[in-house]
Nanobody
Framework: VQLQASGGGLVQAGGSLKLSCEAS????????MGWYRQSPGKERELVVT??????????NYADSVKGRFTISGDSAANAVYLQMNDLKPEDTAVYYC???????????????WGQGTLVTVSS
């Protein structure tokens, strides 16, 4: 299973970016899929995930991104997107796509991480 994230880059404060992530490989069912981020010197933190990609149910957004970031998804494509608006310098981080999924119907689910995509917001 691979999670391929893209869409990061350099943007000025107040600008927008859209991140994309697609899961590929042998996937039986996805438990959740979403986004985390890690800023320099800080621990990785949850941004937002779908608790159910199929129904569109979303976990709570991190307080720091509420009202500015929006997650969307495509269950048929095993893909999630993160629209980031009104970006701030403190949003600068490596953004990781994450998923917990089953690769078959007879063993447990496993956590997978994408390679990360760097978002840099200049002031």
């Amino acid at each position: 299973v691979q999670l391929q994230a893209s869409g990061g880059g350099l943007v000025q404060a107040g600008g927008s970016l859209k991140l994309s992530c697609e899961a590929s490989g042998t996937i039986f069912s996805i438990y959740y899929m979403g986004w985390y981020r890690q800023s320099p010197g800080k621990e990785r933190e949850l941004v937002v995930t779908f608790s159910s990609l199929t129904t569109g149910d979303v976990t709570n957004y991190a307080d720091s991104v509420k009202g500015r970031f929006t997650i969307s998804g495509d269950s048929a494509a095993n893909a999630v997107y993160l629209q980031m608006n009104d970006l701030k310098p403190e949003d600068t981080a490596v953004y990781y796509c994450a998923a917990e999924l089953w690769t078959n119907d007879y063993s447990g689910k496993h956590q997978y991480w994408g390679q990360g995509t760097l978002v840099t917001v200049s002031s």
